[in-house]
Each structure stands twice: as structure tokens, then as C-alpha cells.
């Protein structure tokens, strides 16, 4: 399966983007997806995550800002991401698990400023 994610760019505090991760299958029967951040020095760190029941994880620093949703119709994972903040700014990843493989998208760049 390949992620496709779009959605970044340059936005002030304060401000909204959605990021959207486009698969190249069906994703109903992907039982686990999510969104990774990163900035340069630091480990990747999980930002959201869904599981095929609906459930949902956040990291504590995006809950009540940031929500995880996914249209299984155009086979696409969202990241809602509200009141952003400086720190924030990330290089963010997609992410799912299938086949028993993790999958990456190639990341789209977020860049909150104050």
C-alpha cells in the first residue's frame, strides 16, 4: 500500500490546517492508521491514531486541537488540526500498519508561526 499526504504549509498561531493521507487501496480493511510528527534532532512521535473500531489515541500535547478521521469512500485519512501552536511545527508522517508492514507517506510539512 503507498500514502499520499498533502495538506501542510505555513499557518499562524492560532490558525487550522488539514492534512489528508490519500491510500493507493481500500482502506477498510487496514485496522490501524495514524499521523507521526517530526522535527529535525528528535524522534518521530505519534500525533493521532485510529484503529478499525473507530477508536481513537492523541498525543497529550494535540488533544481537544487536533482530531483523526478517515472516509473509507475515498479511501483517505484526515488530521484536523485546530488552534495550532509554534511547537507544533513538524514535518508530519502518515502511517499504517498492513500486511503486518508499517507504511509511511512521505510527509508534508507544517510550519506554524508565532
Known amino acids: 500500500v503507498q500514502l499520499q499526504a498533502s495538506g501542510g504549509g505555513l499557518v499562524q498561531a492560532g490558525g487550522s490546517l488539514r492534512l489528508s493521507c490519500a491510500f493507493s487501496?481500500?482502506?477498510?480493511?487496514?485496522?490501524?492508521m495514524g499521523w507521526y510528527r517530526q522535527t529535525p534532532g528528535l524522534q518521530r512521535e505519534l500525533v493521532a491514531a485510529?484503529?478499525?473500531?473507530?477508536?481513537?489515541r492523541y498525543a497529550d500535547s494535540v488533544k481537544g486541537r487536533f482530531t483523526i478521521s478517515r472516509d473509507d469512500a475515498k479511501n483517505t485519512m484526515y488530521l484536523h488540526m485546530d488552534n495550532l501552536e509554534p511547537g507544533d511545527t513538524a514535518v508530519y508522517y502518515c502511517?499504517?500498519?498492513?500486511?503486518?508492514?508499517?507504511?509511511w507517506g512521505q510527509g508534508t510539512q507544517v510550519t506554524v508561526s508565532s
Open positions: 502511517n499504517c500498519l498492513w500486511g503486518g508492514v508499517n507504511h
Open positions: 487501496k481500500t482502506i477498510t480493511s487496514i485496522a490501524y
Open positions: 485510529m484503529i478499525s473500531s473507530g477508536r481513537t
